[in-house]
């Protein structure tokens, strides 16, 4: 799970590729690389993000037609300076950046061990890179041959670029279940892991299918073929030139912005769907398969983290809305039993970023199985959305903070647009209801914007705990995800272990945890819930817990058993999980800045999970 970005044309590649690893960190920010050919090879590579890298090369040599870029997320072998990528081989002549795992790397090892091959680092790439090698000595092969032998050998996953520096007029590419894609220039050409650090330079890009390689000159001609040496005629895609603001504004960190773009996130989300002339959900992904949403027999929900969080809202709301079965299923877990997908199911994945492997291996076994699979994807033309029957975009624009705060809102948003749009096709909702909660759905923003008064108060609740090691969140209904959900960023950040449950499970087991040193966040904005949720704080209280109450304004709530209580502003009960998860947004937030974390780039995480 890396980010690789290259260069092969007329001019200096290496500006266009560290400018384009730092838009792929979210890819793996534990050590960076790149290797240059400018007549001789030169490489550097650094433990550290990409500007650490950068600065380590300022100086340098770094002019050269073609640049290798790569980084990474560490899977075999820690992050440090040898494990770093590129990885070249015994000789020094082959130099490769490789994304993925190859799993059969220690049998391939051995091998290469025994013909006195010797390895500078741990990974399964500098394997990988040495195995090309054997194959091309032995063998007197091409790099074009020698690659596409090697390949024949691997097990696992992978994409790779791959230079010989004695013949350095070609790169060889090649991609088995990790994302390559090619942006045609004139008389150059751009790879990387995805199309946006391209389409500044080009929006033709070639997104390689899994089996295909490709041989890339440096006049910017190309060949695509697969591993039995077969032709494949290349399908040019364009895409839309990045528009993405990188720009942190008055904020100090994505995360923080990100947080605080949420009105507007989740107008841009909501506005174009809602007709609020005729208070219809315009959702044409929906409209143009009415009969297949009509008629399905079960929905099924996949994704992981925080998009699975969204799911678990999703099932409460389309069950509640629209009468329809609803099952949540961690994407990670889905393939490896056996999932039951009838004719006339539906498979909803969820993903920001739409590269997350579990997702997207959970979704390819939902196509194999017949279902019609439908993706609520953040990144436009991403992995997963291009293997979907029909995708809708959260629009929300770059999430750059690995904790996901923004496409979480739009994620449930969206979902809420979604049941309510089901339950008209089916006829399963009151009309006033109905149109009660569009016309509050359409109000949000506003919402949202007020919610984020709590922020100095989520300040000082935070000064008071951000020294507590456990924390734990309750909620009931829909609010139960929301509490899981504030668990998992809490944990993420600040490194603060956080557990979430339904607030009438912790009688049977968590509450042996509560004593005055554990903080415990109470979601219980939803009305219908909170006699229930009073007993369940004054049962905290009984055993000294620090209870802190997310409540609604107007709601009667009993002050004197809280130690804090939030107020959020009042909406309809299906609409609250979508406030009342900000102010624990911000919590984690604050906490994670008291405790001197990097919110942006927790310890151990990425953005984007590319491998299963
Ligand atoms: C969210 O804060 C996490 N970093 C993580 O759980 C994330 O939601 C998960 O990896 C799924 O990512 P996706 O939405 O891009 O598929």
């Known amino acids: 799970m890396c980010g690789i970005m290259g260069y092969i044309g007329r001019k200096d590649g290496y500006p266009m590729v560290i400018d384009g690893l730092k838009k792929l960190e979210y890819r793996g920010y534990d050590s960076a690389g790149v290797a240059i050919m ?41 992050p440090n300076d040898s494990n770093a990528h590129p990885h070249t081989s015994e000789s020094g002549r082959i130099v490769m950046v490789h994304n993925g795992i190859i799993e059969n790397y220690g049998a391939l090892k051995s091998f290469l061990v025994t013909k006195g091959f010797t390895f ?102 190309y060949t695509i073929f697969d591993l039995e040496n077969n032709t494949v005629e290349p399908s040019i895609t364009t895409v839309k030139c990045s528009n993405d603001n990188y720009s942190l504004e008055e904020y100090d960190s994505y995360m923080l912005k990100e947080i605080f773009q949420q009105p507007e996130s989740v107008k841009a989300c909501i506005s174009p769907r809602i007709d609020l002339d005729n208070y219809e ?3 044409p992904e929906i409209d143009n398969h009415k009969r297949i949403f009509a008629n399905a027999n079960k929905i099924t929900i996949i994704g992981c983290g925080t998009s699975w969080h969204a799911g678990l809202i999703g099932e409460y709301l389309i069950e509640s809305l629209a009468d329809t079965c609803v099952e949540v299923e961690y994407a990670s877990e889905f393939r490896y039993r056996s999932p039951i997908i009838r004719e006339n199911d539906i498979v909803i994945a969820i993903s920001q970023s739409g590269e997350t492997a579990d997702t997207l291996a959970a979704l390819k076994l939902a196509n194999e199985k017949g279902a019609f699979t439908y993706s609520l994807v953040n990144t436009e033309g991403s992995t997963i959305a291009r293997h979907s029957d029909a ?58 914007k ?20 456990h924390a734990m969140f309750l909620g009931r209904g829909a609010n139960f995800p929301v509490a899981l959900e504030g668990a998992l960023k809490l944990k993420e ?120």
């Open 391 to 448: 995708v809708s975009y959260l629009s929300v624009g770059i999430e750059i903070g690995v904790a996901s705060t923004k496409a979480f809102t739009a994620q449930v948003s969206l979902l809420t647009m979604i049941a309510l749009k089901i339950a008209r096709i089916k006829g399963t909702m009151e009309t006033k209801e109905y149109k009660s909660i569009v016309s509050q759905l359409s109000e949000l923003p506003t919402l949202i």
């Open 120 to 221: 500078q680092s741990d990974t399964d790439s500098e394997v990988l890179v040495q195995y090309i090698e054997w194959y091309q000595i032995t063998y007197k092969l091409t790099l074009k041959e020698a690659v596409r032998r090697a390949l024949g050998d691997v097990d696992g996953s992978y994409a790779i670029v791959v230079l010989d520096s004695l013949n350095p007029d070609s790169v060889i590419v090649a991609k088995q279940d990790n994302p390559l894609v090619l942006g045609i220039g004139v008389d150059e050409i751009y790879i990387a892991s995805d199309a946006s650090p391209i389409s500044t330079y080009t929006q033709e890009v070639i997104y390689l299918q899994d089996g295909d390689c490709a041989q890339l000159f440096d006049d910017g001609t």
């Open 281 to 283: 959900i315009v959702i």
């Open 38 to 78: 400018n007549g001789t090879l030169s490489l550097y590579k650094k433990q550290g993000k990409v500007n650490q890298l950068e600065q380590y090369i300022h100086n340098q040599k770094t002019n050269g037609n073609i640049a290798l870029g790569h980084t990474r997320w560490a899977t075999h072998g820690v």
């Open 493 to 612: 950040i600040s490194y603060i272990h956080a557990e979430g449950y339904p607030a009438a499970e912790m009688k049977h087991g968590p509450i042996a945890l509560i004593d005055e040193k554990m903080p415990v966040f109470v979601v219980a904005t939803n009305t219908s819930a909170l006699s229930k949720m009073i007993s369940n704080v004054q049962e905290i209280k009984s055993r000294k817990g620090q209870v802190i109450v997310l409540k609604e304004e107007g709601q009667d709530f009993p002050e004197e058993i809280a130690d804090h209580i939030i107020s959020i502003p009042q909406t309809h009960e299906v609409l609250s999980p979508i406030l009342s998860s900000i102010p624990l947004q911000l919590y984690s937030y604050h906490a994670a800045k008291m405790r001197g974390c990097n919110v942006d780039q927790p310890r151990n995480l990425a953005k984007s999970v590319t491998v299963e």
């Open 450 to 469: 007020k919610t984020l008064e709590t922020n100095s108060m989520m300040h000082e609740v935070a000064s008071c705990h951000y020294e507590k090691d």
